[in-house]
């Protein structure tokens, strides 16, 4: 485990997302993040460093690729109790990352809409972001995850308390919602295209 250095932020309920960064920030946290979440945040004053300068490549097919990158998913991997882990981000220029805070796009609430299309439904098969929380998740010990805004107070104050850290229990709290929400996404496109090969074939 360990205090809380970095932390990477891309989310699409921004609810309280920019009192959050901006707690973090106070901590002495860097914080890395992408597109809208990044805008967001600049514009309420907090400073914040694109992930596309930290990995030393663009956003591309129109924001399909931001995230999925070896200096994003080596400082999330990699474990700090394994020297050789270190020393290969060390060899590689990439900085340990201790914080995911990432929800996924709308996939529900998009086909909920009576008017959906199958490719707007498509697009919102959130692709980087359940890759990061699994990251994240599988390497809990060093690395928080936060998927729920409403976990935001409890992981600010323990971080108050605990000079930048977080506690294991809640650490292993947060690592469980993260695989019962990824669960739940994924079946819901399951659910989502079986009915529409049901539809086809009617």
């Known amino acids: 485990m360990g205090k809380i250095r970095r932390a990477i932020i891309s989310v699409s309920d921004k609810t309280g997302v920019d009192d959050f960064a901006r707690a973090l920030s106070d ?29 030393g490549f663009p956003e591309i097919l129109d924001g399909r690729v931001k995230t999925l990158h070896p200096k994003i998913h080596g400082g999330l991997l990699a474990r ?30 998009t086909i909920s809409k009576p008017d959906v299309t199958f490719p707007e439904a498509i697009e919102n098969i959130d692709i980087g ?48 919602k993260v695989f019962a929400l990824t669960s739940r996404y994924d079946a819901a496109i399951a659910g989502y295209l079986q009915k529409t090969i049901e539809e086809s074939e009617q």
């Open 27 to 55: 901590l002495g946290v860097e914080i890395l993040s992408t597109g809208g979440t990044a805008k967001k945040l600049r514009d309420s004053g907090i400073e914040v460093r694109d992930v596309s300068d930290y990995t």
């Open 80 to 109: 700090r109790d394994i020297p050789e882990h270190m020393e290969q981000l060390k060899e590689h220029g990439i900085e340990p990352i201790d914080m995911v805070v990432v929800n996924l796009y709308p996939f529900e609430k």
């Open 129 to 176: 972001g359940p890759t990061m929380i699994r990251a994240a998740a599988k390497n809990f010990e060093s690395v928080v995850v936060i998927v729920d805004p409403g976990d935001y107070d409890t992981v600010r104050e323990e971080m108050v308390r605990l000079g930048g850290e977080v506690s294991y229990k809640t650490r292993v709290r947060l690592a469980q």
